[in-house]
C-alpha cells in the first residue's frame, strides 16, 4: 500500500539534492579559495571592455561577478556600463547597498574586479544598436522604482535593477544567469511581469517562489531566490550556486554583427 508513495518521495529527494548538492559544490569552491578584506582586494580592470578612446561606436555592455564572502557562493553582482558614440569614457550603473542612494552612477572601471572575484562579460552591444538602447537604458534608470531602497535578499537589490531595465527595455535581449539571485523579485505590488529577456513570462511571489517560461530563459523554477532551470534552445541545466552547465547564454553571432 506504501509504494504510490515512493514516487513523490523520489521526486522531492531528487529536486532537493539539485538545490543542495550544487550550493555544496560552490561553496566548497568559495571556502577553499583564497581569501582578502574587500578594501585589499583588486577592484582594477580586468581587461573586458574595449578602450573607449579607440573605440568610437557606441557601448552597452553588462557583467556580473561573484560577490564577496561567503555570499559568493550563491550569487553574483551584475550592472552595466554605457559608453554613447563618439565620448571618450563609459559610465558605470549600478546598485550597491551602502551609504546613500541605492542606486550609482560613476566612471569607476567598467570591467573591474569586485572585491577580488573576476568579472564575466554577460552581454555586448555595439554601434547603432547599442546608441539606440543608450537612451532608453538611462531614462529607465533614472525612473527606478526603488532607488532608495536595497535589500540582500529576496530584493530588491543589484539583481534586481539590472532585471528592472532589461524588462523596461526588452530590445537588450538580456537574459541573466541563475546566481543572479533577486532577478525575480518584481515587487510586492504585481505576481505577473515580462522576463528579462523580453521574449517571455514569469511569475513570483515577492521573489520567494515563482516560474519563468521564455524563449532565452528557458524553464526556470524560484524558489527561496535560488533558480533551478532548463534551457531547451541552447542546451544548459541551470543550477543554484554552481550556474549554467552546457551550451553559453551568449549569442555569439549577434555580437559579432554589432561589432563592428
Not at 113 to 128: F, Q, S
Amino acid at each position: 500500500m506504501t509504494k504510490p508513495r515512493r514516487l513523490p518521495r523520489f521526486i522531492l529527494a531528487a529536486f532537493l539534492a539539485l538545490i543542495a548538492m550544487p550550493l555544496l559544490a560552490s561553496g566548497v569552491s568559495v571556502a577553499t579559495a583564497e581569501r582578502k578584506h574587500w578594501s585589499t582586494s583588486r577592484w582594477d580592470s580586468a581587461g573586458l571592455a574595449p578602450d573607449p578612446l579607440a573605440v568610437k561606436d557606441a557601448v552597452v555592455q553588462i557583467y556580473a561577478a561573484r560577490v564577496w564572502g561567503w555570499r559568493g557562493a550563491f550569487a553574483v553582482h551584475t550592472w552595466l556600463v554605457v559608453k554613447p558614440a563618439g565620448v571618450p569614457a563609459f559610465t558605470r550603473y549600478e546598485v550597491v547597498g551602502w551609504g546613500g542612494s541605492a542606486v550609482r552612477i560613476s566612471q569607476r572601471t567598467p570591467d573591474g574586479y569586485w572585491a577580488g572575484n573576476p568579472p564575466e562579460l554577460l552581454h555586448d552591444l555595439r554601434g547603432p544598436e547599442a546608441a539606440a538602447a543608450i537612451p532608453l537604458l538611462i531614462s529607465a534608470a533614472e525612473r527606478y522604482p526603488h532607488r532608495d531602497g536595497y535589500v540582500i535578499w529576496p530584493g530588491p537589490n543589484s539583481n534586481s535593477f539590472i532585471a528592472y531595465l532589461a524588462r523596461e527595455v526588452p530590445e537588450l535581449g538580456l537574459e541573466l544567469p541563475p546566481t543572479a539571485v533577486g532577478k525575480d523579485w518584481i515587487g510586492t505590488d504585481r505576481l505577473v511581469a515580462p522576463a528579462p529577456s523580453g521574449t517571455g513570462w514569469q511569475v513570483s511571489l515577492f521573489g520567494l517562489a515563482g516560474i519563468t517560461a521564455a524563449a532565452r530563459e528557458g524553464l526556470e523554477l524560484n524558489l527561496l531566490g535560488l533558480t533551478i532551470g532548463v534551457d531547451i534552445l541552447r542546451p544548459a541545466l541551470k543550477l543554484p550556486g554552481l550556474g549554467r552547465l552546457g551550451l553559453p547564454a551568449t549569442d555569439g553571432h549577434r555580437l559579432e554583427e554589432t561589432a563592428g
